[in-house]
């Protein structure tokens, strides 16, 4: 199939990638788990390689490469079993720097893009509130006007890179109720008011994920990120790259597990022979082949429609509403046929596992997903883009 979708040079720019990783990258994995976060050094080698940006404009820094170089990069992303190493590094490039590569002005990508892409300045994006994720249009985080400032008090939870950010992109309220009146603004670390916790978590170890508060902390309206009171129509439009970007994650995590698995099954022998030679056994990885090979196919298809413009919020959603719950049946299937190593943490499955379970929950849980697509399928409900992507 790989040759329908990727030319000579994204399979070159794969084999780059990979030999950066799994040099600079792979013998620091387990250090990086342990420690709850990655280092600031590993952003600045990202900047330098170039991998911060890949389809970024070329004047900030990006290399302004097609759609599908940005799924080779997720696809080696995910192969160092590390979604929290992904993640820190997502967060920042994928999440904050989508917003101001699409919302900012000239004088916010110079300052917040250019850097980002050097991997100097760290992003996140926060939108979830202790109050709930799911609601996007009821977050009460509030930015009250006062001359030429906002004064912003609320809080964000489940924050990636909430801790460790040098800023902060934040959904706020500047308007009246609903989603008619949600701000997305820019709020710089140091400003006075600012504080941030770190959360302890299941999975995703090599991440740190935090709660924000903010107190009486003051920004001035230049750091509005677009248009006033457009920000829930941006955070939706954005949601729909999201979403892909997560069902190919799900599709590259199974694939991880499933290759994992086959090798270990060559090698595992009881009752005198290869565990791949019995038949059960054989029949579940070809099951999980063929289920994994068919969620690949239709994110691929949709990057490909995406890529040529189309507004794909419907089958975004369905794609990581199937492809995040294969995930997590593979990687837990997979961890099975270990046997007892798969419950260990010196073998790859057990991190595999619990990175995946996140899939189903971040960026629109699988209830809020169906939600959106019953009211499509059903109700014949359409959305537009807010700005064309
Ligand atoms: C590790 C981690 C990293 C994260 N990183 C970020 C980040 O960088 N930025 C950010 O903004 N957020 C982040 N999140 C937050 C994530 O997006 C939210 O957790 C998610 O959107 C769900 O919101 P909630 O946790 O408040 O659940 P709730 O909204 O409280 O939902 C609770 C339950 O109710 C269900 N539910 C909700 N609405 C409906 C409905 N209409 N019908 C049926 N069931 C429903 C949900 O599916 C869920 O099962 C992160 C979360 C985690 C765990």
Known sequence: ??????????????????????????????????????????????????????????????????????VVYTEEMIRMNSSGFNTSIGAHAGLALAHMNAEGTEAQK??????GLKGELIGCLAITEPSGGSDVAS?????????DYLVINGAKTFISNGVLSDYIVAAVRTGGPGAKGISMVIIDRDTPGVSATALKKMGWHASDTGEIAFDNVRIPVENILGDENKGFFYIMQHFASERLAMALIGVAQSQL??????????????????????????????QLSSETMCARAFVYSLYRQYSQGDYIIKEAAMAKLVATQLSDKVCYECMRFFGGYGYM???PMARLLRD???????????????EIISKMTIDAKSYKAAVPH
């Open 139 to 147: 977050i009460s985080t509030k930015a009250v006007r006062d001359g």
């Open 345 to 347: 943490e010196s073998y």
């Open 257 to 286: 597990a499933l290759d994992l698995a086959v090798d270990y099954m060559a090698e595992r022998e009881v009752f005198g022979r290869p565990i791949n030679k019995f038949q059960v056994l054989r029949h579940r990885v070809a």
């Open 1 to 70: 199939m790989n040759k329908y979708f990727f030319t000579e040079e994204h399979e070159l720019f794969r084999q780059s990638l990979r030999a950066f990783l799994d040099k600079e990258v792979r013998p620091n994995i387990e250090q990086w788990e342990a420690d709850g976060q990655i280092p600031r050094a590993i952003f600045k080698r990202f900047g330098e390689m170039g991998f911060m940006g890949v389809t970024y404009p070329e004047k900030y820094g990006g290399m302004g490469l097609d759609t599908f170089f940005a």
């Open 110 to 115: 110079q300052k917040y893009l250019t850097a």
């Open 356 to 370: 995946s379970q996140l899939g189903t929950i971040g960026g629109g849980t699988s209830e809020v997903l169906c």
